[in-house]
């Protein structure tokens, strides 16, 4: 079974002491966010054909992907937007980002990373041109380093509008969802942009904008995770498609994280439904623990973090 760790928040950045005490004992425990029931995720070596990270700082977790690199291939699903501080508040540098993935490439191999550029917020400090001008700088930083660029349009769930205009009140700011034809006139321009410099562009989740040129991601990659065990000196693994929600491509995975973990503070996360909260939570965390923390939202949201 390939491993997500996770979706649901980041835990490279924040919580690598745990995944290394689950890794050494074998198993976590995760909650189900729907009846708040714990189940076992097995860790074992052999019940693990593959990991997939989703992080917007894995400097900290370097000896992690050591160890993992030694026994199994993975993917790092790694966000670097650039967005102001007002709609992200406590994320690492672009610059510190940018050298991070380019350590990870250098060292496992280009394939072993993706960058997402994910999700786009329109606002009036970030209007369409200037997401083509942020684009394209990063972009021109990482070409030859990532093959890939997942991006998405930020997906305004209830609690998303609501921590969007607290912190636009708070900053003076403003904030809209485009139509779809502005997304997809945006989406056009930014496969243009990322092809120029060597890289494909996909969207993940949002077929409303499919028939566009961008094609659909597969964020759990099983393709890239043999290309990746390949380069690593890995067996192959085998792994059937089994999307999360509509639009969906991912291969069938477990994910071993928590909604309300996350500690980035990012205004339109779609996990996190207080992030005060989510700092306490991670403050308050046991690494000993064979969960991360309990899920705390009444309901579940329908689309995974990427931030």
């Known amino acids: 079974m390939i ?20 890794r050494a004992t074998g198993h976590c425990e995760v909650q189900n966010p729907w009846n708040r029931k714990n189940f076992t995720v097995s860790l074992r ?3 693990c054909s593959g990991f997939v990270f989703w992080t917007r700082n894995a400097r900290p977790f370097g000896p992690e992907l050591a160890r993992t690199a030694r026994t199994h291939p993975f993917l790092v699903q790694y966000t670097l937007t650039g967005l102001p501080r007002w709609l992200e508040r406590s994320v690492i540098s672009v610059e510190d980002a940018i050298s991070d993935i380019s350590r990870i490439s250098t060292q ?10 994910d999700p786009i917020v329109t606002s009036n400090t970030t209007p369409p041109d200037w997401h083509l001008t942020n684009f394209r ?31 636009a009140h708070k900053h003076e700011a403003e904030w809209r969802d485009p139509d779809r034809n502005e997304k997809g006139d945006l989406l056009a321009q930014l496969h243009t ?6 890289l494909t562009l996909t969207t993940c989740t949002q077929p409303e904008l499919a028939g566009g040129p961008a094609e659909p991601a597969r964020c759990i990659d099983a393709d890239r995770l043999n290309r990746v065990a390949t380069h690593l000196g890995h067996a192959a693994i085998t792994a059937r498609s089994k999307g999360q929600r509509p639009g969906c491509l991912c291969a069938e995975a477990r994910d071993i994280g928590a ?20 700092r306490h939570a991670h403050r308050g965390h046991d690494a000993a623990a064979p969960n991360l923390t309990p899920v705390t939202m009444g309901h579940a949201p329908k689309k995974a973090l990427n931030s």
Not at 3 to 22: H, L, M, N, V
Not at 193 to 198: E, F, T
Not at 259 to 278: F, I, K, L, P, Q
């Open 259 to 278: 909604y309300n973990s996350c500690a980035h503070g990012c205004v339109y996360c779609y996990a996190v439904e207080d992030a005060a909260a989510a």
């Open 45 to 47: 070596d052999a019940d």
């Open 193 to 198: 942009i990322a092809a120029d410099r060597g």
């Open 137 to 167: 700088q990063i972009a021109d930083d990482l070409s030859g380093t990532v093959d890939e660029v997942v991006v998405s349009f930020a997906q305004i769930y209830r609690k998303t509008r609501r921590n969007l205009e607290q912190a």
């Open 108 to 117: 496992y191999g280009r394939d072993s990373v993706v960058w997402r550029y």
């Open 3 to 22: 491993i997500s760790a996770s979706y649901k928040t980041d835990i490279p950045a924040f919580y690598g002491s745990w995944f290394r005490a689950r």
